[in-house]
């Protein structure tokens, strides 16, 4: 069965501060991999995905993510945080003919100023 | 261009009733989607949908039901609504080569 792990639940950072959100998981094949933001009161916006290929994925709001297979990591990273960053942040893994995902319990982000 | 709805935002339903959560989607998406939100559980997957028709459990299923009949629209029925399913539940919808599109969710409160 397919599973994902966010070890933290709760990260908090200084503006202007790096910031990395891991994420580990498990499936049987080749994953579809992504990262999805929530803020408040909303829906869940796609930061990344990953499909194949080059295993540093670049995503909006200048997130990058690394696939790193040996690991069966995919982490988050930010080189520079902003105070709107602050929110939810889910991993997601899946793959096959109906798509589903499977998302990690979230990691929450507080930015300080 | 509205991508996925979801109604109501928000409704209170005492132990035993019924309801339909309603999603309808404008992308013309093939694969539809239930999830629930539960504080510090992340999403579950409750019933999915590759296309009308079709449609099939996922992780937690027990006390809802789902119809596709139509491409555009995947509605979610609590037939006895229980304190258990208090929850916040999100509509998506994909397609093979897309990621799962949100809507920005049902909060429900069963008392």
């Known amino acids: 069965a397919q599973s994902v792990t966010q070890p933290d639940i709760h990260i908090t950072v200084s503006e202007g501060a790096s910031l990395e959100l891991r994420c580990n998981y498990s499936?049987?094949?080749?994953?579809?991999l992504f990262w999805y933001v929530q803020s408040p009161g909303q829906g869940l916006q796609l930061l990344l995905k990953?499909?194949?290929?080059?295993?540093l994925v670049q995503g909006i709001k200048g997130f990058e993510a690394e696939f790193k297979r040996s690991q069966s990591s995919f982490n988050l990273r930010k080189p520079s945080v902003h105070w709107s960053d602050a929110a939810e942040y889910f991993c997601?893994?899946?793959?096959?003919?109906?798509?589903?995902?499977?998302f990690g319990k979230g990691t929450l982000l507080t930015v300080n100023p | 261009n509205a991508g996925v709805t979801q109604t109501p935002k928000f409704r209170i339903l005492k132990i035993g009733q019924s309801m339909t959560l309603q999603c309808t989607q404008d992308?013309?998406?093939?694969?539809m989607y239930w999830y629930r939100q539960d504080p510090g559980m992340g999403l579950k997957l409750i019933y999915y949908?590759?296309?009308?028709?079709?449609?099939d459990k996922g992780e937690v299923p027990n006390g809802y039901n789902v119809s596709r009949s139509t491409t555009e629209d995947f509605p979610l029925r609590l037939e006895l609504a229980a304190p258990s399913q208090t929850s916040v539940y999100f509509c998506?919808?994909?397609?093979?080569?897309?990621?799962?599109?949100f809507g920005n969710g049902t909060r429900l409160t069963v008392t």
């Open positions: 997601a893994v899946g793959g096959g003919s109906n798509y589903k995902l499977t």
């Open positions: 499936y049987g094949a080749t994953p579809y």
């Open positions: 998506a919808s994909s397609t093979p080569e897309t990621p799962l599109h």
């Open positions: 949908s590759v296309g009308a028709g079709i449609t």
């Open positions: 992308m013309n998406h093939n694969y």
């Open positions: 990953y499909f194949s290929g080059d295993t």
